[in-house]
T-cell receptor, first 115, second 115 residues
Framework: NAGVTQTPKFQVLKTGQSMTLQCAQD?????MYWYRQDPGMGLRLIYY???????DKGEVPNGYNVSRLNKREFSLRLESAAPSQTSVYFC??????????????FGSGTQLSVL | AQSVTQLGSHVSVSEGALVLLRCNYS??????LFWYVQYPNQGLQLLLK??????LVKGINGFEAEFKKSETSFHLTKPSAHMSDAAEYFC?????????????FGRGTSLIVHP
């Protein structure tokens, strides 16, 4: 049971470099999310996709872009990485954003350091 | 707008002692409430959730939580802590109405269990 798979698990970037974090789920979920986790800040929503073909900004979208490639995949791109983007990034999915009581399924995270 | 406050960024208990992790929410209408657990180097997974009905909710690994509307609280308890309970715990809320059920997470409480 793969669930939500994120790649890579670890990444070190230099300021100004770009990269894409990949996420795929095999549960046929409609909704997908990207969160970042920082010490003392909990999880903050970066972007989400309610369904295939739609994306929306969350609480902290600046410096990021996303692509919902198909129903399974939702990628997060840093165009020009900054030290403030050093964080642990989690991808999550749920059956439907507009359904009640839905729990989120999380990937194991990507630890990103920007030097 | 909804929000959730977790009192105490760290809670330390001895093995066998009672675990109490506090969560208070702010919402004009009682929301749906969740507790998630994050073990080291893993993503979050659902412990338990409250939607409607019985206010005492039982989850996995012996945890339970009680919804108290008058106190706007959803505290997590476990009668006897195990070493394996050491983890980060997150309280989350979603609105009970309004169309979109994206959860808002608290800042997390790190549970430390001493032998």
């Amino acid at each position: 049971n793969a669930g939500v798979t994120q790649t890579p698990k670890f990444q070190v970037l230099k300021t100004g470099q770009s990269m894409t974090l990949q996420c795929a789920q095999d549960m046929n979920h409609n909704s997908m999310y990207w969160y970042r986790q920082d010490p003392g800040m909990g999880l903050r929503l970066i972007y989400y996709s309610a369904s295939e073909g739609t994306t929306d900004k969350g609480e902290v979208p600046n410096g990021y872009n996303v692509s919902r490639l198909n129903k399974r995949e939702f990628s997060l791109r840093l165009e020009s990485a900054a030290p403030s983007q050093t964080s642990v990034y989690f991808c999550a999915s749920s059956e439907a954003i507009f359904a009640t009581n839905e729990k989120l399924f999380f990937g194991s995270g990507t630890q990103l350091s920007v030097l | 707008a909804q929000s959730v406050t977790q009192l105490g960024s760290h809670v330390s208990v001895s093995e066998g002692a009672l675990v109490l992790l506090r969560c208070n929410y702010s919402s004009s209408v009682p929301p749906y409430l969740f507790w998630y657990v994050q073990y080291p180097n893993q993503g979050l997974q659902l412990l338990l959730k409250y939607t409607t009905g019985a206010t005492l909710v039982k989850g996995i690994n012996g945890f339970e939580a009680e919804f108290k509307k008058s106190e706007t609280s959803f505290h997590l308890t476990k009668p006897s802590a195990h070493m394996s309970d050491a983890a980060e715990y997150f309280c989350a809320v979603t609105p009970a109405s309004g169309g979109s059920y994206i959860p808002t997470f608290g800042r997390g409480t790190s549970l430390i269990v001493h032998p």
